[in-house]
Structures are given as C-alpha cells and as structure tokens.
C-alpha cells in the first residue's frame, strides 16, 4: 500500500513538473518570436517607387530617413500610417501654408519638432509627391517584411535559460521527496520484518522525549544526521550549488559588459556618428591601418569648434586643455595639458589585437564588435570581449579573398605544393617587417 501511495506521488509530481516545462517553453518561444504587423498600408497604385526614389534621394535624405529618425521623422512608419494622400501632397509641397491655416495635423508635426520649418517644394507636382510616397511605403513594407536579423551576432553571452535553471529545482525537490519518502518505507518494513508494532512519527518522538530527557528539537536534529542519505543529499546539493556559483563568479572575472564610465568631456556619439553621419576614422584614424585605434587629439576636434558649438560648456573644456583664447583665436602651450580620457575597452596584456587586420582586411564594421555606437549618448562596453566570444566570431565570419594580394599568394603556394615544388618561407610572407616588429 506504501509503495503505491510512493508511486504516484513520484508519477504525480513528474507529471507537473513536465507541464511546467512545456508551458513555460512554449511562452519563452511566444515571447522570442516577433510579432508580426497587422497590415502595412497598401502601396499607391498611382505612384512610380523607381522615380520616387530618385526624387526622394535628391530632395529628402538631408533630413529624413525611411526607418529611423533624423532630423525630421522616420518617414516609412510616419506616411504608412497615414491615408490621406491628398493631405500628404499638400504637405509636402507647402507645408508652411497648412501650418498657416491652422491645419491640426501639420501644428501637432510643427510644435513636435519644436516649430522647425520644413523645406517648401513648390517645384514638386502632385505625380513627383505620388512617386515619393509610393517609394517610402514600398521600402517600408520590404523592412518590415524582412526577417530581423541581429545586428551583432553572438555579442552576448546569455547562460542557461530560465527552464534549464526551473528543471534544476525541480529534480532537486523531487529528489528530496524520493528520499524522504523511501526512508519512511524502509522503516515500515524493518518494523515488519522484526514484529513490531509500527509506531506514528508523533509516538516515537514523544518516546524518545520521555527516554532520553531531551527537546524535540535536539531529537530531531541528531536523527537528521544518523540519516546519513539525507546527510549526504544535502551535501551534494550544497556542493552542486557552490561549484556553480564559483564557476559563474570566475567565469565573469574581468568580464566588463556595460561598463560606462564617466568621461571628462561629454561627447555624443549619437549626434557625431548617428545624426551628423561622421565616419569613424575621422577621429579614430588609427582603425585602417594600425594596431590601435587610437584616441583622437583635441586638434581633430578644433577642426569643426573653432566655429561650431563655441557657447557650450563642453566646448570650451577642448578649449582650456588646449590653452585656447576663442577671443584672439590663439593658443598658449604654456596652459595646455592632456584630458584624462578613462579607458572602457581594455584586453589583458597577453592578447594581441590589431584593428587594422579586422577593419581593412576582414572588412568588419565598428558596430561588429562596439555596439551600435551611432545611437550611444555616452559610450559602453557593448560585447563580452572573451575568448569564447572572440572564436566564436572567427568560428562564423567567411574569409572574402577576392582582391586581396595575400591569399593570392597563399593559393600560388598551394598550387606548388600540391606539385611538389619549392616553397620557402619569403615566398609567404616570412620577410614582411610586420612578421618580427609589430
């Protein structure tokens, strides 16, 4: 009867805990899985997408953008969500008229973008405005129709998922119920075995009290640990659970993801490299065609602050480092000094990285390894920068040979190879000054 009793309590609790699983799998599948649009808005039947295109980069991209904002709104979701073509037209041709008029749609875009006027194209007729809309909505459609890709793949490093952990609990409850269940068994049958009278948990308890003259509470603990199965189950737990949170702890060491230090000059990167669309190797010339990408000197900055921005507190910090007088336009060596810029990306010593290898060559982006730095107001470690993470990038990016003079070279010696000709070790690079002094 015991053992059937034990039998589907075991069966009843595996039973839950395998919905468990499943349900909880299925809502982290539902949640993973994007959600897809309800209905992107039908493409104008009157307008030609190939010249709105045309029109749209001769006339628009100044200030606007199909998918993100710019100076002005992301156009794609911005016309798609607007049917009223005619409005639209009018809009775009004299904006400035409807927000004479006191037309509400055109105050609310005014006062949104703080009462910044738009560009009046009285030239544009109402096919060339057709055309514009049809492309915006085409490209729009196409965006949002594309699987989403990550931007930077395998730039983070999750660890178990919620289930895996969940489960994990789970078999150790179970586990313990097992044991607790089979002790009670085990005693049943050596009462029977021996013809004893099998006595409730509460009577031998209160026996114990009146023969040895000790609290409950003391009882109970030394029978605890003459249980040496249970003894040893806590253990196994206890040593299962501190290897873990060892493993995570060293695992992370010096693993400084999101790692945002305070700077002393505020420098946006968002408006810089977002909104002003300046490239990255302005400033970090060193990316092509060095090891390091170098920090840029204050002289790269003046290049634009004699004459941009010269009001902003920021601004006039390049200006004191630099021993700038902005009132003379000159400079007084005797009053410079360095800005203390804080190191965010750091590798350990024993790591050689060369950005010139990955950025010319390898043809990598910034953002593969930096993030999205063009929508960073202050900037942060981004990636993991781990050897697991390293190889897992080498592990997946192709090698592109075309063009490149060294796998030229590389495929000439395997074709002497495979005839058995002579090889030597100039004829692979052996002799370059890089190969001994980089």
Known sequence: MILKQFSKTVLLLAGLSVLGFSAQAQAAQAAATPATAAAAP?????????????????????????????????????????????????????????????????????????????????????????????????????????????????????????????????????????????????????????????????????????????????????????????????????????GSWTWVTLWNTNVHTGYQPVQPIKFPHDLHAGVMKIDCQYCHSGAYKSKNASIPSLNVCMNCHKVVKTESEEIHKIYYALGYDPATSKYDSTKMHPIQWIRIHNLPDFAYFNHSQHVKVGKIKCQQCHGPIQEMKEVYQYSPLTMKWCIQCHKRTEVDHKGNAYYDKLLSVHELLKKNGKVTEAMMGGIECGKCHY
């Open 42 to 242: 039908a493409t104008s039947g009157a307008g030609d997408a190939a010249k709105g295109e045309a029109i749209f980069k001769a006339k628009c991209t100044t200030c606007h953008k199909v998918d993100v904002k710019l100076v002005g709104p992301a156009l794609g979701s911005t016309i798609s969500s607007e049917t009223d073509d005619k409005w639209l037209t009018k809009w775009i041709q004299n904006n400035q008229a409807l927000i004479s008029a006191k037309d509400p749609k055109a105050l609310k875009i005014y006062n949104e973008y703080n009462q910044q006027g738009m560009t009046v194209f009285a030239d544009l007729s109402d096919g060339d405005v057709s055309n514009i809309i049809a492309y915006v909505r085409d490209e729009y459609k196409k965006e949002q129709s594309a699987p989403k890709t990550a931007v930077l793949p395998g730039a983070t490093d999750n660890g178990p998922s919620d289930v895996m952990v969940y489960g994990l609990i789970a078999v150790i409850v179970i586990a313990l119920i097992v044991i607790l269940v089979l002790n009670r068994v085990i005693g049943t049958l050596e009462r029977l075995v021996t013809n004893k009278k099998p006595l409730t948990a509460e009577e031998e308890l209160a026996l114990a009290v009146v023969e040895g003259g000790e609290s409950k509470g003391s009882i109970l603990f030394k029978r605890i640990l003459k249980d040496k199965k249970l003894v040893f189950f806590i253990l196994l737990c206890g040593t299962i659970a501190c």
